[in-house]
């Protein structure tokens, strides 16, 4: 079985995104140039910004089709983050809401792919 270590998203400015996630998730950027950017999710995990104009084959469902998840510890930290996010000026699709899964709330990067935030509900 082939290691997941990879999420791709496609970007209209991968330099621009990549310091826009960089700030959101606090990690550094580990690679850039005009068509790619890179930054560490956790352990060998990535997350890779790939501009929409170079992906091959061509792109063509838009963006926010699927959404990338972070678990945090508790509903207090998802309400904490989105306060934060918002503060920093990021569309919010979904405002902080208890679902089956447990607490989230979903924002959209600068090209509308969808960032969800989530305290996992009790199993």
Do not use: C
């Not at 690679?31 to 992906?55: I, K, N």
């Not at 902080?96 to 990067?109: E, I």
Request: no cysteine.
């Amino acid at each position: 079985m082939a290691n997941f270590n990879f999420v791709l998203l496609y970007v209209s400015d991968p330099v621009a995104s990549g310091k826009f996630y960089s700030g959101l998730i606090d990690k550094p950027v580990v690679q850039s140039s005009p068509g790619f950017a890179v930054l560490p999710l956790t352990g060998d995990v990535m997350l890779g910004l790939w501009l929409r104009q170079e992906v091959e084959p061509e792109v063509t469902a838009p963006a926010g089709g699927s959404e990338i998840a972070f678990a945090v510890a508790d509903d207090a930290a998802v309400t904490r983050l989105h306060a934060a996010w918002k503060k920093r000026g990021l569309t919010i699709s979904q405002l902080p809401t208890k679902m089956s899964f447990g607490f989230t709330f979903v924002a959209l990067d600068p090209d509308g792919n969808r960032i969800r935030v989530f305290a996992p509900g009790a199993r």
